[in-house]
């Protein structure tokens, strides 16, 4: 419902040309997937399943009426894009790189790290949720990562890249009836973390932000 397509642009690799280059859509699904999709006729290479949607294949099939939406993989990828020679060619062999990160809005709490640097072969880079250590005020998984470098966090004098997230959705707060009074537990906060590792680099909230 709210996962907008990510188009990857691989440029002239393989039989591709500079002027055919090799496209490939990136876009999740409420039946609980991220799909890879090829752009020039619409196949799809591949589809990654989080194992804690596994309810959602049940709720699909009872395909019941008169009930609340069900909810997959339903954030906006982005994407992380490393063309060492910057010849305009994704190209694995070489060492180029392109990872896909996403998470799942109202279908949980989780954001995942897929290398898609060969779209033909994907592999898992990492995931973050609630119970991952450091990350307890993480709710469900609506902001989008932002890709970005942060001045004095390098390797060897280089900067490396980390994404920033907000902690989320708090639905047991937010969707509270109105009158009630539920303390919030989560979604106070922002996330800095490391792009290839998924290590938490920094949190921040308002109890350790200083307002002087």
Do not use: C
């Amino acid at each position: 419902l709210h996962s907008r397509p990510l188009v990857l642009n691989y440029g002239a690799r393989g039989s591709h040309t500079a002027t055919n280059p090799d496209i490939r859509i990136v876009v999740g699904t409420n039946a609980g997937f991220l799909h890879m999709f090829d752009n020039a006729d619409g196949a799809e290479d591949w589809a990654f399943f989080p194992k804690e949607l596994a309810a959602v294949l049940d709720q699909r099939r009872d395909n019941a009426t008169g009930r609340d939406p069900v909810y997959g993989v339903d954030a906006s990828p982005v994407l992380y894009s490393k063309d060492i020679n910057r010849d305009g060619t994704i190209d694995s062999t070489a060492g180029d790189k392109l990872y896909v990160y996403f998470g799942l809005r109202r279908g949980g709490t989780s954001y995942y790290a897929l290398d898609v640097s060969n779209p033909d072969s994907p592999a898992f880079l990492w995931k973050i949720d609630g119970n991952t250590a450091g990350f307890g005020e993480l709710g469900q998984s609506w902001s989008v990562p932002v890709l970005t470098r942060v001045p004095g966090y390098a390797s060897d004098g280089v900067p490396k890249p980390v994404l920033v997230f907000g902690a989320g959705y708090d639905a047991t707060q937010e969707d509270k009836p109105t009158g009630s009074n539920v303390t919030p537990t989560m979604g106070r906060g922002v996330f800095v973390v490391e792009a290839q590792t998924g290590q938490l680099i920094q949190f921040l909230n308002p109890m350790t932000i200083s307002t002087t």
